[in-house]
């Protein structure tokens, strides 16, 4: 079973990141850093979506996107699962990117915006058929 994970805490770009997912698609929405880790922790996936600023106060939980990645890292499988990172945020977006790159992971960098899409559309129907 190909299993997506969607980290996301806006709803509004959720449901926009949703429509892009491949007819058939079995995924999970996680609205914040501590129930993705609980999902990554549990299931396998094929592909992750992943923002950097998950929490309202992640200076104090420690728990945002690079949180995340670290488990990515830990859990998943660097040949069967890719990630996409949608976050606005360039620096988070960065430290994840080298985090899960440095890592092995196949990893696209895209911020989230109207034009990311159609990006983002292409880059699952890719990753979710060859996986």
């Known amino acids: 079973m ?16 949703q429509a892009c997912m491949p007819k058939g698609a079995r995924w999970i929405w996680a609205k914040s850093a501590g129930a993705a880790i609980g ?7 094929v592909c992750v979506l992943l923002d950097h600023d998950l929490e309202s ?9 690079q949180a995340v990645a670290r488990v990515v890292c830990e859990t998943q499988s660097r040949k069967g699962c890719r990630v996409f990172i ?23 960098r895209c911020p989230w915006c109207e034009e990311a899409s159609e990006v983002l559309r292409e880059w699952l129907e890719e990753n979710v058929a060859e996986s």
Not at 40 to 45: E, V, Y
Not at 90 to 107: D, H, K, P, T
């Open 39 to 45: 999902v990554l922790k549990r299931d396998t996936f």
């Open 57 to 65: 106060g992640p200076e104090l939980s420690g728990l945002d996107g």
């Open 86 to 108: 949608h976050s606005l945020n360039s620096i988070g977006a960065a430290a994840m990117l080298q985090l899960l790159s440095q890592a092995g992971f196949e990893v696209e």
């Open 2 to 17: 190909k299993l997506i994970l969607l980290v996301e805490d806006n709803p509004q770009r959720a449901e926009q990141i």
